[in-house]
Structure formats: structure tokens, C-alpha cells
């Protein structure tokens, strides 16, 4: 199953800085069996959605993960980006990690990550940190091949 994971920052795409979130998340990806892409994208509402609708449109990837502009700076667009792109919403992921992330902060609800469906596309933002995405993933990660499964279906 193919994978892609955009990083969503205008410092890191303009070669400022690390991105550390990205690599974390495609690990992740990759450890699950997912054959993974990466792409650094700016906080661009159009932009990210451009990039949402040619991977699932075009590239054929089964999954999007995003990382990053999730949060409630003016910049951050990446969830309203994603609800541009989606055909229907799967609000069970996002939702889910919001509660996990309470578990670990009084800070998780902040975020403001969506995820849905784009044709046969499942498309989840994480948070923008490391550490979140690694409280996140467990409850991401047992859900994929049934996932993939599911929207592989006619």
C-alpha cells in the first residue's frame, strides 16, 4: 500500500530549519508496511489542497497523513485545506486523536486536525509534533488495512 506524508510549514519548505515531524510520521508509515512518500509543503490552503487531490487523484496513494498547520495561528490552514479536498469526512481519526492526545496534555484539544475520504483516499492530520504523532499513531496504525480494505471496494 502506498503512502504519502506531507510536512505542512512555510519555514521548512523555504529550507529553514528541520523537519523532524515528517520523517517521524513516515517511519511510522514504513514500519507499518507502507511504501512511503514525503513532501514538504508552505502553509498554502491551496496548495496543500492542490498536493491533497494530485495524490489521491493522480498519484493513487492510499493514504495521506499531513503534519503540521493544525494548530490556531492565522497560518495554520491545513484542516480547512483538507475539507477542501475531501469528497466525504471520517471524523473518527481526527476525533480519536484529540482524545488521545488529552491523555498526554490539557493542551491536545487545541488541535484542530479533520480526516476523510477523497475517492478511494483516507487523508488524516496529525499534529505538527513528533511526540504527538507518536501517541498518535497507535491508534491510527490498527485500522489501515481494514481501511485500505474498505475503500478498495466497488
Not at 517511519?27 to 507499518?32: F, G, I, K, P
Not at 483516499?121 to 496504525?141: D, R, Y
Amino acid at each position: 500500500m502506498r503512502a504519502a506524508v506531507l510536512t505542512i510549514s512555510t519555514s521548512l519548505s523555504e529550507g529553514r530549519g528541520e523537519d523532524v515531524s515528517g520523517p517521524a510520521l513516515a517511519d511510522l508509515c514504513e514500519t507499518a508496511g507502507l511504501d512511503t512518500v514525503r513532501q514538504v509543503l508552505p502553509d498554502d490552503r491551496a496548495a496543500i489542497a492542490g498536493a491533497l487531490r494530485r495524490l489521491a487523484d493522480e498519484d493513487g496513494v492510499r493514504f495521506v497523513f499531513t503534519t503540521g498547520g493544525t494548530g490556531m495561528t492565522p497560518d495554520d490552514v491545513t484542516p480547512e485545506a483538507t475539507l477542501d479536498a475531501l469528497d466525504r469526512e471520517a471524523p473518527g481519526y481526527a476525533e480519536t486523536i484529540r482524545a488521545e492526545s488529552r491523555d498526554h496534555t490539557p493542551l491536545g484539544i487545541l488541535t484542530r486536525g479533520v480526516s476523510g475520504i477523497r475517492g478511494r483516499t483516507l487523508i488524516v492530520n496529525f499534529p505538527g509534533n513528533p511526540k504527538a504523532i507518536g501517541q498518535s499513531w497507535p491508534v491510527v496504525e490498527p485500522t489501515l488495512r481494514h481501511a485500505a480494505e474498505t475503500l478498495a471496494r466497488e
